[in-house]
Structures are given as structure tokens and as C-alpha cells.
């Protein structure tokens, strides 16, 4: 079935450092991939996401690449903020039942001390 | 703009009582989705609406019921609560159904089941 698979945290990182969440997934043709980010107290917001392989999602200085042959949507970025603390949720978008469903992994909580 | 709204914020409840929990959106968004967030599980969906008076089942609906009366409100019921839907509730609503379609989730309600 489709799944998808994010690396246990928390992240604990210095300020300036560099991140990366790894994403994997599984799915059958051709999915749409997404990292959604949850700031405390807060719903989930869109952070970026890409709808076919090799394409690059990119915003607020988050990258990532959604690579079909590793079946991974790696999230990066070169220098992380306190401000950039929050729970990050990669998901899969997939056809079911004439419904496209979004299917989360269970989330990363990223914290960033200065 | 408020987007999407959840009240209430947060309830205890006994085993067996029942409870609402209300979504509005100002968005004028067709599809609407309930989820609950478990620790390491990620949101599940839990029932979906793809317009005024339309509701679905999705992945784990047992124990909830839902209603969309209104275009801008989706209801969450549950009849006779258990201390196994002690969880957070997101709702979210979509402009679209695609496959890379893009939610927009409220604030969550915290639920607590003695």
C-alpha cells in the first residue's frame, strides 16, 4: 500500500547549522510528495512541495527533491533559525476510490537553540 | 482573512459523553476533511466532505459521525466518546481535488477522554 516514512526525531540543531529530514515513500505510479510544517500551537501549513520526479519544491529557504529512483523527498536546509522550530510532516497524494487521499508520515519536531 | 476555524479548542471528556466539534472556512472551499493526530502516527483522515450535503467515509471513521449542512461548516460528532479518541482534530479544507492539491488546516481541537 502507499506509506511514507519520515526519520524519528526530535532534531535538535545549534542555530546556522544545516538540516535534513529524511522522506521516504511508497506508492504505486507516479504521486504527488509534500512537507508540511506545524508551528507550536498551530494547523498544519504547506511548506513546499513537488508533483513529478526530478522537480525541486523550494520556499523560505527549504529544498527538496523528489527523486523516484530512490523513492525519497529529502527536506534540507543550509542554515536553520529558531523561528524554523516545529513539528515538519512529509505526505503522498494518491489516487483512491476517485478521491485523491493525503497520506502523512508521522512528523519530525525540529528544534533549533541559538 | 481567518481560513479555517476549529471551536472548541480544547475538552475533557467522560467515557460516553458525546460532543461537536465545529469547523467553518471563509474560503468558499468545496472539500472539506476531518483528521486526528496520534503521537508517531502522523494525521489520519478520519471523514471528508466534497460539498454541501455530500460526506465519506475515509480512513478510520468508526465512533465519529459528520455533517455538512453548510458549504462553510463541517461537523464532527461523536456520540459516545472513548478514552481511545483522546487525540488532536484538524480540520481542513481544499479549493480542489487534484493530486496536487493543497489544504488549508485550522488551529486543531484537543480532546481528552477520561
Known amino acids: 500500500g502507499n506509506s511514507v516514512t519520515q526519520m524519528e526525531g526530535p532534531v535538535t540543531l545549534s542555530e546556522e547549522a544545516f538540516l535534513t529530514i529524511n522522506c521516504t515513500y511508497t506508492?504505486?505510479?507516479?504521486?504527488?510528495l509534500f512537507w508540511y510544517v506545524q508551528y507550536p500551537g498551530e494547523g498544519l501549513q504547506l511548506l513546499l512541495k513537488a508533483t513529478k520526479a526530478d522537480d525541486k519544491g523550494s520556499n523560505k529557504g527549504f529544498e527538496a527533491t523528489y527523486r523516484k529512483e530512490t523513492t525519497s523527498f529529502h527536506l534540507e536546509k543550509g542554515s536553520v533559525q529558531v523561528s524554523d522550530s516545529a513539528v515538519y510532516f512529509c505526505?503522498?497524494?494518491?489516487?483512491?476510490?476517485?478521491?485523491?487521499?493525503?497520506?502523512f508520515g508521522a512528523g519530525t519536531r525540529l528544534a533549533v537553540h541559538p | 482573512n481567518a481560513g479555517v476555524t476549529q471551536t472548541p479548542k480544547f475538552r475533557v471528556l467522560k467515557t460516553g459523553q458525546s460532543m461537536t466539534l465545529l469547523c467553518a472556512q471563509d474560503?468558499?472551499?468545496?472539500?472539506m476533511y476531518w483528521y486526528r493526530q496520534d503521537p508517531g502516527m502522523g494525521l489520519r483522515l478520519i471523514h471528508y466532505?466534497?460539498?454541501?450535503?455530500?460526506?465519506a467515509k475515509g480512513e478510520v471513521p468508526d465512533g465519529y459521525n459528520v455533517s455538512r449542512l453548510k458549504k462553510q461548516n463541517f461537523l464532527l460528532g461523536l456520540e459516545s466518546a472513548a478514552p481511545s479518541q483522546t487525540s488532536v482534530y484538524f480540520c481542513?479544507?481544499?479549493?480542489?481535488?487534484?493530486?496536487?492539491?493543497?489544504?488549508?488546516f485550522g488551529a486543531g481541537s484537543r480532546l481528552t477522554v477520561l
Open positions: 481542513a479544507s481544499s479549493y480542489s481535488q487534484g493530486r496536487t492539491n493543497v489544504l488549508t
Open positions: 474560503m468558499n472551499h468545496e472539500y
Open positions: 506508492a504505486t505510479g507516479y504521486p504527488s
Open positions: 505526505a503522498l497524494s494518491r489516487e483512491s476510490g476517485g478521491y485523491n487521499k493525503l497520506i
Open positions: 466532505s466534497v460539498g454541501e450535503g455530500t460526506t
